[in-house]
């Protein structure tokens, strides 16, 4: 049996136009696939668009022939085509290039009709999958799975797809300029607002990715989590030499994530001296801590050194296990004079030529390393194990780590893998608007037609179907 599938075009004159758009040939007899398929579908939607939008544009095209001063006919040069890209194929329509009437006071002698209309030649919808689907999995398999459900373009490719989203973040970094840096008001008008909620967490954590114009260098970017009762998480994500306004982007975090000027919030990061300095643009009520996590981390390094020493040299070995254990229950109480003194003394058993253990240096090594940095977080260590039975936040830990949510699963999968600084930083950008569940809301304040969610449709259901 034969499928004839019509539009049936009522314009606003009351003309009324009807199309084909597609036959389809279909077997009753038990053979062949049932309904429609999804190369069909393809077809089906690219005419249709073909359709749609050829006809909007011509009335577009008819009602604005004319002077909206004096209401004459203003004169055609010519027409080309404009190729407008959708998710449903490119199509091109014809632009007619009009002379200005004598009455408009304008410099140019010319202009094309659709130009306001159609300044952009990429519909928002195809700018935000392309941008949400990148986001979340590589350029190339973006473009491979828009091209297998959807008829976008043949030409369609990673580099397309990477441009389309750098203009995205750039227009979101764009908005950042009206957020503030700091929170607002004094602290007479913070004492007058309601008791605000349990304090607010943020996780600042930084990771490495390669540097595409230095095969062997890294740079780093730097990604935060907040957390709060009401809201779901928040991050950010940008590179640190490159970007100028991280206390911006952390106010809007906070922000979003229902900040009330006069809250109280816990920064959680692994000390770094360049995370360090984020944390501390923020305002007094807030309280930065050595990420509990990162902490035990780096003794557990020094536990499997420890652990290798025992196998060579038993007694020392021991011995260093049980003062890196006394080490461990210092920190946790925030003793850290305590705990360096023990880790001095492990650093005076590792420095041992008699030590017969292979990695001796190595150990020795690392063991100032981690002097060195208790000594410079010292004022970041408090007492865990008082905070812990309070029942306040001392890790970020009991979630995924944020490094791996924001940067990792995307961009340092493979270590092929490189980026420019300004590549790394848009796609930062939107990935974290993405996971943030507010990419969506970007769109729909640049657009406010956009229809993305499935409950955003609006449509009447024609009588004779409906009945
Ligand atoms: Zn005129």
């Known amino acids: 049996m034969q499928f004839k599938l019509q539009v049936v075009v009522d314009d606003e004159n009351g003309e009324v ?33 073909e359709v749609m939008v050829s006809q909007q544009a011509r009335q577009y095209t008819l009602s604005h022939r004319c002077c909206p001063a004096c209401n004459s006919k203003r004169r055609i040069k010519g027409t080309y085509d404009i190729q407008y890209r959708t998710l449903f194929g490119i199509v091109p329509i014809p632009n007619v290039r009009l002379y200005h009437c004598d009455c408009e006071d304008v410099k140019s002698k010319t202009f094309g009709v659709l130009n306001d209309w159609l300044s952009d030649h990429n519909s928002p919808e195809l700018q935000y999958i392309e941008t949400k689907w990148a986001s979340l999995m590589s350029y190339g398999m973006t473009v491979d799975l828009l091209k297998d459900v959807l008829p976008v373009n043949d030409s369609l490719d990673a580099e397309t797809v990477r441009h389309h989203l750098h203009k995205t973040a750039m227009r979101q970094d ?8 700091f929170i607002s008001g004094c602290q007479n008008q913070w004492a007058e607002l309601p008791r605000p909620g ?17 095969r062997k260098s890294n740079f780093e970017v730097i990604v935060a989590k907040s957390f ?60 930065h801590i050595l990420d509990w996590f990162h902490l035990t981390m780096r003794l557990t390094v020094l536990n499997q050194f420890a652990k ?31 705990a360096l003194e023990h880790l001095e003394d492990c650093w005076g058993l590792s420095d041992d030529p008699e030590l017969r253990y292979d990695k001796r240096r190595k150990l020795a090594q690392h063991l100032s390393e981690m002097i060195t940095y208790i000594d410079s977080n010292a004022y970041l260590i408090p007492n865990y194990g008082e905070k812990y039975r309070c029942g306040e936040t001392i890790t970020t830990a009991f979630v995924e780590s944020t490094v791996n949510e924001v940067v990792a699963k995307r961009m340092v999968k493979k270590q092929q893998m490189q980026w420019t600084q300004i590549g790394a930083h848009c796609l930062l950008q ?38």
Not at 200 to 213: A, H, K, L, P, Q
Not at 247 to 276: H, T
Not at 320 to 325: A, I
Request: hydrophobic content about 35%.
């Open 228 to 287: 709060s009762e009401t809201e779901a998480p928040k991050r950010l994500g940008f590179v640190q030499t490159l970007d100028d306004e991280p206390e911006r982007r952390l106010m809007k975090m906070l922000k979003n994530q229902g900040l009330q000027e006069n809250q109280q919030i816990v920064f959680l990061s692994d000390g770094a001296d360049n995370v360090r300095d984020l944390q501390q643009l923020m305002h007094p009520e807030s309280d």
């Open 174 to 181: 764009e908005q950042l300029k009206d957020q503030p840096r």
């Open 198 to 214: 349990k304090p607010m967490t943020v996780g600042i954590d930084g990771g490495y990715v390669r540097d595409s114009r230095n």
């Open 430 to 467: 939107t990935r974290t608007a993405v996971l943030n569940g507010e990419l969506r809301d970007h769109f729909k304040a640049w657009y406010p037609e956009l229809r993305v969610g499935a409950n955003d449709v609006e449509y009447e259901v024609p009588v004779k179907l409906a009945a």
């Open 17 to 49: 136009l009807t199309e084909d758009i597609i036959i389809l040939e279909k077997s009753s007899d038990g053979g062949g696939l049932v309904g429609l398929s999804l190369a069909e579908s393809k077809r089906l939607l690219k005419q249709l668009q």
């Open 308 to 338: 290798g020493v025992c196998h060579t040299d038993p007694d020392p070995g021991a011995e260093l296990l049980r003062m890196l254990e006394s080490t461990k229950w210092y920190l946790w109480h925030g003793n850290t004079e305590q």
